[in-house]
């Protein structure tokens, strides 16, 4: 199971540290992704990265202000959000799988989401 947690309300331009808690299985060895949906829109790949924490991959919009990484030992994967934007403002989820894509239907596990909201 995935438990993604730190969602909040944050102004634009602020910072937040989501965090992906994996259960049940080891996910070690599988890549991590971080995803989100607005309302009304379709569920939109944000980020992901590697099993080995060495290859990480961006949306163009998030490129340079989110930063996803892992830390194995504690099965937990994070999404490093700074200079939040109005158009952040979404759910985030996490997923697990054994290829990266930017294709939900790719990712075999997800967790519940958390909500995140940017205000102006």
């Known amino acids: 199971q995935l438990q993604a947690s730190g969602g909040g309300l944050v102004q634009a331009g602020g910072s937040l540290r989501l965090s992906c808690a994996a259960s049940?299985?080891?996910?070690?060895?599988?890549?991590m992704a971080w995803f989100r949906q607005a309302p009304g829109k379709e569920r939109e790949f944000v980020a992901a990265?590697?099993?080995?924490?060495?290859?990480?991959y961006y949306v163009d919009s998030v490129r340079g202000r989110f930063t996803v990484s892992r830390d194995n030992a504690k099965n937990t994967v994070y999404l490093q959000m700074s200079s939040l934007k109005l158009e952040d403002t979404a759910v985030y989820y996490c997923?697990?799988?054994?290829?990266?894509?930017?294709?939900?239907?790719?990712?075999?596990?997800w967790g519940q989401g958390t909500q995140v909201t940017v205000s102006s």
């Open positions: 997923a697990a799988g054994r290829k990266i894509t930017d294709i939900s239907d790719d990712w075999e596990y």
């Open positions: 049940g299985r080891a996910f070690s060895s599988f890549a």
């Open positions: 990265i590697r099993w080995s924490g060495g290859n990480t």
